[in-house]
């Protein structure tokens, strides 16, 4: 055996420079191929292990848990029962991600939960230090979203102070994780951040803190002006979309400013929420703002917003689009308009004239009730 | 490695040029699949640990999400389509229409639609902004259940074709675009979605997503319920191919920003500019990577600043070939289509003014995508040669494929590695040890014949002008065997060639 290894020293050896390096990457990888193989098994059993202490955990800990939610629990027992689950969890070697597991147990059930439990769960959730594990990851930096999103799941209002300093943070993730906490743990009040907003809002981030707004009950935001008014374009998209969702007509001069607004997406998402909030006295507005535009979007949102605000004059001029345009979306759109103001009969005689066969095929389309 | 004779004659000049190039070339797409391997798990870590808070409930119930029309072309889909379109319907999303495009079948697709989802025709005026073949009817659905469903039956025309028309009818902002017989996870759309609704800087103008392999996973009312590795080892091979392309190289080149090929069987674009661009190209068979590469030039050339984007996250599930005939007549698509964009594009190739796909995409596909097999068949060519001629040193040659195969090999097990701690499908033990075990086959039988499918496939392109389809006949999904839950793909013997067949690439990886 020994002269087997020896004989294979000197022949390695004795090879040239080139050979060595070669021979030496393909056993490297080899081992590495090797190695990566032992890795991948290593990492299932280590998954498998912490399944199993999660599953373990899981079964000791959820009677208590469910114990304390569905029961009239007095001082003492909860305090017991506290300390129950703190023997299930501790352990010189797991204890965080004991704590780990621990913590979204509480946040499943919180939130598949309402009423008493909740409010009993959130009061678990502070007492075993939970809380404060979160709120020591917030100040520490490590895990920013994941705290903010813990806190603002447990619905631990007097942390809001400390989520709202991240609300104009420099990480996206982390600034758009700590605005949607601050509006749902402390609704329009928190919602104050939007005032001085530089940083943009993806539509993504308006459409959550959007889900959060409309679980507030009705009320003036008396804040609306100031974002309609903002020079962050996303800013001003949202008050348009909190404004049309929550029905704040208090400020309407600001949005029939806004019909004329530089950017795209602002002038659009104003006309819809003109034609949302019915409001008919922008109607000389569109029409103006029509014949200044050369975007076919804006026309169409145009026409369309007629449909809904329009009256005899409107007919009239829908009636005229459908005769004049060659842009087939601006004929569809106003031969629709034309039907939802009720003026089928308007239609009708069109596709009893002579019309260009797209003409005429649209308004066959339009009046076709099963589209 | 070379053995020059005292007085060095012109052949040994050429001989040493071509090892050099050869041994350098190799080392070089070595080193690029390394830091692109990098790169993907950078970017597939983080996106897994950004999304893990991600509550896509806000978009669900949202009425501000944008529309979305699903466009899904069908030739001869008989056996699968009642199943397919209901898994369409099906998906969560609050803001979605199904168009489904029957491209002139001969079998009973359109009849069994008609019958399943209670169609009737309709007066629809069909908005030709994209020239296509004759729209003969558009139909929809008297059930109010299925109103989101538009049925368009129009004279054969291929699948590009085919899109065009579902674009016409289209009344969506953005449209999915996918084969009729994938499988999309239920939340596809809305993992689609988010990177359209994320960019505050650029114009996202369309996003991709992982394809994974269906063959043998179990599916039940058009779901996936339980993911397998693949029985046959031809598909087995397969499963790696998807895993590196997606996993490793898709999501670094998106990453990067410098994806050239959204997969026809998922993808999502932004309707205005694919309009804008003049849709889908009927005359090429590569259309995906065509309508991704000239959306991204208008792009450039209009002065856009846009984004493509691509999700990690596994979404739609496809079936691929079992047999080697219909893989070969695939592969040999893959390679004209592909070819053919890089032929129509020629002008991106190191062209500053185009930026990153100019200077580096393109480039990169010309180099290791295209011309590696032809590189690689010339040179096992040549090394025949000169071993018969006795001109090189066998011994390091046999050294030099060696840790080619040694390389191959740990890429594939870095990349089961990958999935081990991303997204972590494969959960039985034995079904990992058996992509292992095909891992270390691939290289010897797999990966030479992708040369070869790839060396014809470009011979029929230069020489033959060949445009045809192949063809992959399905049988639709088998129920399950009794006592099983669920329905395994299985997929028939291949039909003859037909022309016009409307079937992407499963993945176009």
Same mark, same amino acid.
């Given at each position: 055996?020994?002269?087997?290894?020896?004989?294979?020293?000197?022949?390695?050896?004795? $090879?040239?420079?080139?050979?060595?390096?070669?021979?030496?990457?393909?056993?490297?990888?080899?081992?590495?191929?090797?190695a990566?193989?032992?890795?991948?098994?290593?990492?299932?059993?280590?998954? &498998?292990?912490?399944?199993?202490?999660?599953?373990?955990?899981?079964?000791n800990v959820?009677?208590?848990?469910?114990?304390?939610?569905?029961?009239?629990?007095?001082?003492?027992?909860?305090k *017991?029962a506290?300390?129950?689950?703190?023997?299930?969890?501790?352990?010189a070697?797991?204890?965080?991600? &004991?704590?780990?597991i621990?913590?979204? $147990?509480?946040?499943?059930?919180?939130?598949?939960?309402?009423?008493?439990?909740?409010?009993?769960?959130?009061?678990?959730?502070?007492?075993?230090?939970?809380?404060?594990?979160?709120?020591?990851?917030?100040?520490?930096?490590?895990w920013h979203? =994941?705290?903010?999103?813990?806190?603002?799941?447990?619905?631990m209002?007097?942390?809001?102070?400390?989520?709202?300093?991240?609300?104009?943070?420099?990480?996206?993730?982390?600034r758009?994780?700590?605005?949607?906490?601050?509006?749902?743990?402390?609704?329009?009040?928190?919602?104050?951040?939007?005032?001085?907003?530089?940083?943009?809002?993806?539509?993504?981030?308006?459409?959550? $803190?959007?889900?959060?707004?409309? =679980?507030?009950?009705?009320?003036?935001?008396d804040r609306?002006g100031?974002?309609?008014?903002?020079? &962050?374009?996303?800013?001003?998209?949202?008050?348009l979309?909190?404004?049309?969702?929550?029905?704040q007509?208090?400020?309407?001069?600001?949005?029939?400013?806004?019909?004329?607004?530089? *950017?795209e997406k602002?002038?659009?998402?104003?006309?819809?929420?003109?034609?949302?909030?019915a409001?008919?006295e922008?109607?000389? &507005?569109l029409?103006?703002?029509?014949?200044?535009?050369?975007k076919?979007?804006?026309? =169409?949102?145009?026409?369309?917003a007629m449909?809904?605000?329009?009256?005899?004059?409107?007919?009239?001029?829908?009636r005229?689009?459908?005769?004049?345009?060659?842009?087939?979306?601006?004929?569809?759109?106003?031969?629709?308009?034309?039907?939802?103001?009720?003026?089928?009969?308007?239609?009708?005689?069109?596709?009893?004239?002579?019309?260009?066969?797209?003409?005429?095929?649209?308004?066959?389309?339009?009046? *076709? *009730?099963?589209? | 490695?070379i053995?020059f004779d005292n007085?060095?004659?012109f052949?040994?000049v050429?001989?040493?040029?071509?090892?050099?190039?050869?041994?350098?070339?190799?080392v070089?797409v070595?080193?690029?699949?390394?830091?692109?391997?990098?790169?993907?798990?950078v970017?597939?870590?983080?996106?897994?640990?950004?999304? %893990?808070?991600?509550?896509y409930?806000?978009?669900?119930q949202?009425?501000?999400?944008?529309?979305?029309?699903?466009?899904?072309?069908?030739?001869?889909e008989?056996?699968?389509?009642?199943?397919?379109?209901?898994?369409?319907?099906?998906?969560?999303?609050?803001?979605?229409?199904?168009?489904?495009?029957?491209?002139?079948?001969?079998?009973?697709?359109?009849?069994?639609l008609?019958?399943?989802?209670?169609?009737?025709?309709?007066?629809?005026?069909?908005n030709?902004t994209?020239?296509?073949?004759?729209?003969?009817?558009?139909?929809?659905?008297?059930?109010?259940?299925?109103?989101?469903?538009?049925?368009?039956?129009?004279?054969?025309?291929?699948k590009?074709?085919a899109?065009?028309?579902?674009?016409n009818v289209?009344?969506?902002e953005?449209?999915?675009?996918?084969d009729?017989?994938?499988?999309?996870?239920?939340?596809?759309?809305?993992?689609?979605m988010?990177?359209?609704?994320?960019?505050?800087?650029?114009n996202?103008?369309?996003?991709? +997503?992982?394809?994974?392999?269906?063959?043998?996973?179990?599916?039940?009312?058009?779901?996936?319920?339980?993911?397998?590795?693949?029985?046959?080892?031809?598909?087995?091979?397969?499963?790696l191919?998807?895993?590196?392309?997606?996993?490793?190289?898709?999501?670094?080149? +998106?990453?990067?920003?410098?994806l050239?090929l959204?997969?026809?069987?998922?993808?999502?674009?932004?309707?205005e500019?694919?309009?804008?661009?003049?849709?889908?190209?009927d005359?090429?068979?590569?259309e995906?990577?065509?309508?991704t590469v000239?959306?991204?030039?208008?792009?450039?050339?209009?002065?856009?600043?846009?984004?493509?984007?691509?999700?990690?996250?596994?979404?739609?599930w496809?079936?691929?070939?079992?047999?080697w005939?219909?893989?070969?007549?695939?592969?040999n698509?893959?390679?004209?289509?592909?070819?053919e964009?890089?032929?129509?594009?020629k002008?991106?190739?190191l062209?500053?003014y185009?930026?990153?796909?100019?200077?580096? %995409?393109?480039?990169?596909?010309?180099?290791?995508?295209?011309?590696?097999?032809?590189?690689?068949?010339?040179?096992?060519?040549?090394?025949?040669?000169?071993?018969?001629?006795?001109?090189i040193?066998?011994?390091?040659?046999?050294l030099?494929?060696?840790?080619?195969?040694?390389?191959?090999?740990?890429?594939?097990?870095?990349?089961?590695?990958?999935?081990?701690i991303?997204?972590?499908?494969?959960k039985k033990?034995?079904?990992?040890l058996?992509?292992?075990?095909?891992?270390l086959l691939?290289?010897l039988?797999?990966?030479?014949?992708?040369?070869?499918?790839?060396?014809?496939g470009?011979?029929?392109?230069?020489?033959?002008?060949?445009?045809?389809?192949?063809?992959?006949?399905?049988?639709?999904?088998?129920?399950? %065997?009794?006592?099983?839950?669920?329905?395994?793909?299985?997929?028939?013997?291949?039909?003859p %060639?037909?022309?016009n067949?409307?079937r992407?690439?499963?993945?176009?990886?």
């Amino acid at each position: 055996m020994s002269r087997f290894f020896t004989e294979t020293y000197y022949f390695l050896v004795a $090879l040239e420079p080139r050979y060595k390096i070669v021979l030496f990457l393909v056993i490297s990888l080899l081992i590495l191929a090797a190695a990566m193989i032992v890795i991948v098994l290593r990492e299932r059993s280590r998954k &498998n292990s912490v399944e199993n202490r999660e599953r373990r955990i899981s079964r000791n800990v959820e009677p208590i848990i469910q114990e304390i939610v569905f029961s009239e629990y007095d001082g003492g027992e909860f305090k *017991d029962a506290i300390k129950k689950i703190n023997r299930i969890v501790d352990s010189a070697l797991y204890r965080k991600s &004991n704590m780990a597991i621990l913590n979204e $147990l509480i946040l499943y059930y919180h939130r598949n939960l309402g009423g008493e439990a909740f409010n009993r769960l959130e009061m678990l959730y502070r007492e075993i230090g939970l809380k404060q594990i979160a709120l020591d990851n917030l100040r520490i930096g490590e895990w920013h979203i =994941k705290a903010i999103n813990d806190l603002s799941t447990m619905r631990m209002g007097e942390s809001l102070f400390d989520i709202l300093q991240y609300t104009d943070y420099e990480n996206q993730n982390v600034r758009y994780e700590a605005q949607y906490a601050a509006v749902k743990l402390g609704g329009k009040k928190a919602m104050g951040f939007l005032d001085d907003l530089d940083t943009p809002m993806s539509e993504w981030q308006q459409i959550r $803190l959007l889900d959060q707004s409309l =679980k507030f009950e009705y009320e003036l935001i008396d804040r609306m002006g100031k974002w309609l008014r903002s020079d &962050n374009n996303s800013v001003v998209v949202f008050g348009l979309m909190i404004m049309r969702n929550l029905n704040q007509y208090h400020e309407k001069g600001e949005l029939r400013k806004l019909l004329y607004h530089k *950017d795209e997406k602002v002038q659009e998402k104003a006309i819809d929420t003109a034609r949302e909030l019915a409001y008919a006295e922008c109607l000389e &507005n569109l029409y103006e703002v029509y014949e200044l535009t050369k975007k076919i979007r804006i026309k =169409k949102q145009i026409l369309c917003a007629m449909g809904d605000l329009g009256g005899s004059k409107e007919v009239g001029f829908l009636r005229e689009t459908i005769a004049r345009e060659k842009e087939y979306d601006l004929v569809f759109e106003a031969a629709q308009s034309l039907k939802r103001l009720g003026r089928r009969d308007v239609l009708v005689s069109y596709k009893e004239q002579e019309l260009s066969e797209k003409g005429e095929s649209i308004v066959k389309h339009i009046l *076709d *009730d099963r589209i | 490695m070379i053995e020059f004779d005292n007085q060095n004659s012109f052949i040994d000049v050429l001989i040493y040029v071509f090892f050099f190039v050869t041994y350098g070339y190799t080392v070089f797409v070595m080193v690029s699949y390394l830091v692109l391997g990098i790169l993907s798990v950078v970017q597939a870590r983080k996106y897994l640990r950004r999304n %893990s808070y991600t509550d896509y409930l806000n978009i669900l119930q949202s009425p501000e999400a944008p529309t979305v029309s699903i466009l899904a072309p069908a030739y001869n889909e008989e056996a699968s389509i009642i199943e397919n379109v209901r898994s369409l319907l099906s998906i969560r999303y609050p803001n979605f229409e199904v168009i489904v495009v029957n491209d002139g079948s001969r079998d009973r697709s359109l009849i069994k639609l008609i019958e399943e989802y209670h169609l009737e025709r309709v007066d629809f005026a069909v908005n030709y902004t994209l020239a296509t073949k004759n729209v003969k009817a558009v139909y929809k659905s008297k059930n109010p259940a299925y109103n989101n469903l538009v049925v368009v039956d129009k004279e054969n025309g291929g699948k590009s074709d085919a899109l065009n028309a579902a674009i016409n009818v289209s009344t969506g902002e953005y449209t999915l675009n996918i084969d009729v017989d994938c499988i999309l996870e239920e939340d596809c759309l809305l993992k689609l979605m988010k990177p359209f609704l994320e960019e505050t800087e650029k114009n996202m103008i369309a996003t991709g +997503g992982v394809v994974r392999i269906a063959n043998n996973c179990k599916i039940d009312k058009g779901r996936i319920t339980e993911i397998n590795v693949p029985n046959k080892l031809l598909s087995q091979f397969q499963t790696l191919e998807y895993l590196r392309s997606f996993l490793l190289g898709r999501v670094a080149w +998106g990453s990067l920003d410098g994806l050239l090929l959204i997969s026809g069987a998922l993808g999502v674009f932004q309707k205005e500019l694919v309009i804008a661009c003049g849709g889908y190209d009927d005359d090429t068979i590569g259309e995906d990577m065509e309508l991704t590469v000239r959306m991204r030039r208008y792009a450039r050339e209009k002065d856009i600043d846009y984004v493509v984007g691509f999700v990690p996250d596994p979404l739609c599930w496809t079936e691929v070939p079992e047999s080697w005939a219909v893989l070969r007549r695939q592969r040999n698509r893959w390679t004209r289509g592909a070819l053919e964009t890089l032929v129509a594009h020629k002008r991106l190739f190191l062209n500053p003014y185009y930026g990153k796909i100019g200077m580096i %995409s393109y480039p990169y596909w010309l180099l290791f995508e295209w011309l590696a097999p032809l590189i690689e068949a010339f040179g096992i060519l040549l090394l025949v040669l000169f071993s018969l001629l006795g001109v090189i040193n066998i011994s390091f040659l046999y050294l030099f494929i060696a840790l080619i195969y040694g390389y191959t090999v740990s890429f594939t097990i870095a990349t089961l590695y990958i999935e081990e701690i991303t997204f972590f499908h494969y959960k039985k033990r034995r079904q990992l040890l058996r992509l292992v075990l095909a891992g270390l086959l691939e290289p010897l039988i797999f990966h030479p014949f992708l040369v070869y499918c790839s060396v014809t496939g470009n011979w029929d392109y230069f020489f033959e002008g060949k445009k045809a389809w192949g063809s992959m006949k399905r049988v639709g999904f088998k129920k399950p %065997s009794n006592g099983s839950k669920g329905r395994k793909i299985t997929i028939s013997k291949p039909s003859p %060639s037909s022309k016009n067949q409307v079937r992407s690439s499963p993945a176009g990886a």
